[in-house]
């Protein structure tokens, strides 16, 4: 990413010049064969037995080891925030959180006493993440630290919008108010302000879904990555 361009510049200034970017990119081919078969009743399946949502729920999904740097506590405190001062909230957002590590016990006790079993699941590791995100309808990475956030892109060509943090190479991936919303690290009040936009406007999540698919393979495909090593090598 740019930012880690410019930290390297910073080590390094007598090399500042020889240092190019080249963003990551996904495979669109594998990503699009993983979902050509997924139909209504498999979302509708994992809706059901795996993120507990009815079709009235409005389902945001994290993908991110359970670290304290991916900011997961800042996200509880948001949802947290955002059924006490809207509680009809409760009936409708649901969080699935795809991951594990060694912050999982103690969020699982912050769930526990909060008392938001019912809306916040932490799955662990799951396999078929393609299959979730299909399953889901907007994507949250609220990392305080992050070096590009590639788990971006695979929502967005899974053609989640997208509400991540200013962190890192994010800004890079995610245009604040086309693509995506974008909000301070460490911030709770940022971070419910932005569930609660998406949550109140389909028109606003068709949008940055919109914007996002078409982002992801005008510039972050594997194969334009690929070209850009190949130029640097061959020149």
């Not at 809207?86 to 969020?107: H, T, V």
């Not at 919303?181 to 932005?194: D, F, R």
């Amino acid at each position: 990413s740019n930012d880690n361009k410019k930290f390297l510049q910073s080590l390094y200034p007598k090399h500042k010049n020889k240092i190019k970017v080249i963003p990551n990119g996904i495979d669109t081919t594998w990503w699009k064969s993983q979902i050509i078969s997924f139909n209504p009743e498999d979302k509708e399946k994992i809706r059901k037995d795996l993120f507990n949502a009815t079709k009235e729920n409005i389902v945001g999904l994290v993908v991110a080891e359970l670290h304290q740097r991916k900011g997961i506590h800042i996200l509880l405190e948001a949802v947290e925030e955002i059924f006490d001062e809207n509680p009809e909230m409760k009936n409708i957002l649901k969080i699935a959180i795809a991951g594990d590590g060694p912050q999982r016990a103690i969020l699982e006790k912050v769930i526990e006493r909060q008392e938001l079993q019912e809306n916040i699941l932490i799955l662990g590791r799951q396999s078929k993440i393609p299959r979730l995100m299909k399953s889901a309808d907007f994507f949250i990475l609220p990392s305080i630290r992050e070096a590009f956030g590639l788990v971006n892109l695979e929502a967005m060509i899974s053609g989640l919008p997208i509400i991540a943090t200013k962190t890192g190479g994010i800004p890079e991936i995610i245009e604040d108010e086309k693509t995506g919303i974008l909000v301070k690290p460490g911030s709770p009040k940022e971070l419910k302000n932005a569930i609660l936009k998406i949550l109140k406007s389909k028109t606003l999540r068709e949008k940055f879904s919109k914007n996002g698919l078409k982002l992801v393979m005008e510039k972050f495909d594997a194969k334009i990555m690929a070209k850009r090593y190949q130029k640097i090598f061959w020149h």
